[in-house]
């Protein structure tokens, strides 16, 4: 728990209209932008005043918030890359639309037991790798 003191805290279903979790905002394409934070008490907080509050929801002000900035191209690459190692299967080399159980298995399950995978499943290997 931070030590920080917000100026305003609300109990649970008390909040005023005009304020937003981050989800919430992220999914109006909009981010806080380093406004400070209201709190939200959690539920079991509220029946219990004298409680220290172990779950706050924060929430920002929309009319404060401002629109998500795009992602930058190497930004971009270099998320594909991160899922890509999470996708590849390292025997078979096949790039799955999912996340593969690399930690578990350590291989796709056609690779690790022999269950036949679906072809619409993974992106087919190229046949080459040249550029042209």
Do not use: N
């Not at 003191?5 to 304020?19: C, F, I, K, M, S």
């Not at 996340?99 to 690790?112: A, D, F, K, N, W």
Request: charge should be positive.
């Amino acid at each position: 728990m931070d030590s920080v003191v917000y100026r305003e805290a609300y109990d649970w279903g008390t909040a005023p209209e005009g304020l937003a979790t981050r989800r919430q905002l992220r999914a109006l394409g909009l981010r806080p932008a380093g406004q400070e934070p209201i709190v939200l008490r959690c539920r079991p907080c509220g029946f219990w005043p004298g409680r220290i509050c172990t779950r706050p929801t924060y929430l920002y002000r929309i009319d404060r918030a401002k629109p998500v900035r795009p992602m930058t191209l190497a930004q971009e690459r270099a998320l594909d890359r991160a899922m890509e190692a999470r996708q590849r299967c390292g025997k078979c080399g096949r790039r799955y639309h999912h996340c593969i159980p690399l930690r578990t298995l350590g291989s796709c399950l056609e690779c690790h037991d022999g269950t036949p995978a679906d072809p619409t499943t993974y992106i087919p290997a190229p046949a080459h790798q040249l550029a042209a």
